[in-house]
């Protein structure tokens, strides 16, 4: 018995869109789901109640970034990331190696794991399958994921492969060093204090290549997981080729498992996504572009610097019941930008982290009312198309 696992209430009569339940030890999360990204054990620019009370269900955080700042060890100390951080609610954890691997120069990969120098200090650091996991396990987030190599694009079929295999084999080795860690504890229990409160994730890779991606799919279905994610799309791909790819490979991730796209958040995205049959979704972009002063609203981006907003005393989104929304007008948020004011990095963060997280809520009613095709149109003829240059 896994900690984590997942019902799967219907799929869309039209659509592959899935409504789905996730059991965790620290509480159930409504699929389809978006999860507000908090790099450094914060949601930037929000606390963690706010994140709360605007109804995220469950957060990422990022290993990486723990391990080199305070280190897994002191977070272990603090009681795990749960209580450091003051967040009762579900964690999902990351494996390191996307930010490993996004170091470019500055990392070498070989079959033990991957060598690099810390973006912060260049000291010299390994993090490996078995390493990965022991942050992981440390951190004490709910779900945790295996630790891949993520392949760039455009990348050629003989890299991609390679890559590929690699990650089946980093995925073995670890499930055996989680498996290890859970025995010693009595196995994986969805009951917080007994057992391993922990589900690992494999990932699947292949690139752009659809056969790949089935081969990486059935490698990695071999072991019995909580749950799959697909890695190594939205890296610089055209959204149309990741769309094709979701499209020929999903089906290949086993039917009663959730299936996550990684680092995948921009409105039009949730939607095919969710289309295509993907249950859970992250993304620093809704609060990386809020600290620029670009805001998600029911009627498209709104670039709150524009000067067309200095007198314009009506709200970001007059569709949206946040807290930004009810009480500051977008020349106040124009005037707060233009001060570099911190207020200003809070309010559009939290629209923008409200605006998604309502439109996923609104996602998943539209499933239940098999009604998912009638709101995807009529979110698309108010939102537009998407921008993307950030
Ligand atoms: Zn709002």
Not at 44 to 67: P, W
Not at 168 to 186: D, F, K
């Given at each position: 018995m896994h900690a984590v696992t997942f019902e799967l209430h219907k799929t869309d009569s039209r659509t592959k869109a899935r409504r789905g339940t996730l059991t965790t030890p620290h509480g159930k999360i409504e699929t389809p789901i978006f999860m507000p990204v908090g790099t450094a054990?914060?949601?930037?620019?929000?606390?963690?109640?706010?994140?709360?009370?605007?109804?995220?269900?469950?957060?990422?955080?990022?290993?990486?970034?723990?391990?080199?700042?305070?280190?897994h060890e002191i977070v272990r100390e603090a009681g795990g990331l749960h209580r450091f951080m003051h967040w009762d609610l579900p964690i999902l954890t990351d494996s390191g190696g996307f930010q490993v691997f996004s170091l470019g120069k500055m990392r070498k990969i070989t079959e033990e794991g991957a060598f690099f120098q810390s973006h912060i200090d260049g000291s010299r650091h390994?993090?490996?399958?078995?390493?990965?996991?022991?942050?992981?396990?440390?951190?004490?987030?709910?779900?945790?994921?295996?630790?891949?190599?993520?392949?760039?694009?455009?990348?050629?079929?003989?890299?991609?492969?390679?890559?590929?295999?690699?990650?089946?084999?980093?995925?073995?080795?670890?499930?055996?060093?989680?498996?290890?860690?859970?025995?010693?504890?009595?196995?994986?229990?969805?009951?917080?204090?007994?057992?391993?409160n922990q589900s690992l994730f494999g990932i699947m890779q292949g690139g752009v290549y659809n056969d790949l991606r089935k081969r990486s799919a059935e490698q990695i279905t071999e072991l019995d997981l909580a749950g799959y994610a697909v890695g190594g799309l939205s890296v610089g791909e055209p959204k149309e080729i990741m769309y094709e790819v979701l499209e020929e490979t999903l089906d290949c991730l086993p039917k009663e498992k959730p299936r996550y796209l990684m680092g995948v958040g921009s409105p039009d995205c949730l939607f095919e996504g969710v289309e295509r049959g993907i249950d859970m979704f992250d993304c620093v972009l809704p609060t990386r572009i809020a600290r620029h002063g670009m805001a998600m609203t029911s009627h498209g981006r709104v670039n709150i610097k524009n000067k067309k907003y200095e007198r314009d005393f009506t709200p970001l989104d007059p569709e949206c019941d946040c807290e930004t929304c009810r009480n500051y007008s977008r020349a106040y948020l124009r005037h707060l930008f233009k001060c570099d004011e911190i207020l200003s990095s809070m309010l559009m963060t939290h629209h923008n982290l409200h605006f998604l997280i309502r439109t996923m809520d609104r996602i998943r009613q539209a499933i239940d009312e098999d009604r998912f095709t009638e709101y995807k149109k009529e979110f698309y003829s108010k939102y537009g198309l998407e921008q993307d240059n950030v």
């Open positions: 054990a914060t949601v930037k620019a929000q606390r963690a109640d706010e994140v709360k009370e605007m109804g995220a269900q469950i957060i990422l955080s990022n290993t990486y970034h723990l391990y080199l700042r305070p280190g390994m993090l490996s399958p078995e390493k990965s996991m022991e942050i992981q396990h440390a951190l004490g987030s709910d779900i945790i994921m295996a630790f891949d190599e993520c392949a760039p694009y455009p990348a050629e079929r003989k890299y991609v492969e390679h890559s590929l295999e690699l990650t089946t084999r980093w995925l073995r080795r670890c499930n055996e060093a989680h498996e290890e860690y859970a025995a010693r504890l009595g196995g994986e229990s969805q009951v917080l204090g007994e057992g391993c």
